[in-house]
C-alpha cells in the first residue's frame, strides 16, 4: 500500500514542517461522588501538519460565523471527537502553546493510517 500521508508531507515539509503534539486520547471516564466526569486519558507524543481551515472545511463543519481559534490538523492515525451518545473522543492536542479540542473529524483514511481534523484552540484553566 502506497503511504501518501508521508509522501504528501514529505513534500510539504519545505513549506509547512510538521509539528511535535502531545495527544491526550480519551479512554472513558469515571464519574466523580458530586456526577462530574473524570475523564481518562492515554498521552503520547506525535508530528502533525497544522493548516488553516479551507472553506470547504468551514462549510463542512459549519462554523463559518462561530468565534473560535480553529485549525486543520493532519496526523498518523485516528483520532477521535467528542461523541456523547457513543461515550467516546474528546482527544486533545497540545501545540503552539495551547490545548486543542478535537472538535470534528474531517477525513479518516485506510485502517487508522491517518486523518484529518479540526482543533478548536481551548481556554487555559485558571
Known sequence: MIDVFGLAGSLCS???????????????STDNA???PNVQYETTIIEIEV?????????????????????????FGAAKALNRPLQIGGDILTFYGSDWLITQSLEDWGNNEWSKVVATRQLPTP
Do not use: F, W
Open 51 to 75: 493548516q488553516a481551515l479551507t472553506s470547504e472545511d468551514l462549510k463542512q463543519v459549519e462554523n463559518i460565523s462561530q468565534q473560535a481559534d480553529m485549525r486543520a490538523v493532519y496526523l
Open 14 to 28: 519545505n513549506v509547512n514542517p510538521r509539528t511535535q503534539a502531545l495527544i491526550r486520547i480519551s479512554t472513558g
Open 34 to 36: 458530586d456526577g462530574t
